[in-house]
C-alpha cells in the first residue's frame, strides 16, 4: 500500500497505486498498464520519478470499460 491513503470505513485503502500493484488490482500484465497509460486509458500522475495510478483513475478505467462492454450488446 503507498503511502498516501484515504478511510473507507475502518480500513484503509490506497489514494495512489505504484504500477506494480495496478497490475494486481486490474490483473493485467505490467505491459498492458503501460499501454493503456500511453494510449491515455489509464491516468497517471507522477511524484518525483514515480509514477502512481490514483484510485480513481482505475475506478474510472473500469466503468469505461463497463461502457464499452453495454455499447457492444
Known sequence: MTALSHR???AMTPALYR???AT????????VIY????TGRLRT?????TRLVPASAITDYVALLEH???AVR
Do not use: H, P, Q
Not at 494486481?24 to 505491459?31: F, I, P, Q, Y
Not at 500522475?45 to 520519478?49: D, L, P
Open 8 to 10: 473507507s470505513g475502518e
Open 19 to 21: 504500477i506494480g500493484e
Open 24 to 31: 494486481k488490482v486490474l490483473r493485467m500484465s505490467r505491459t
Open 35 to 38: 499501454d493503456l497509460i500511453r
Open 45 to 49: 500522475v507522477k511524484e518525483g520519478r
Open 68 to 70: 464499452e462492454a453495454g
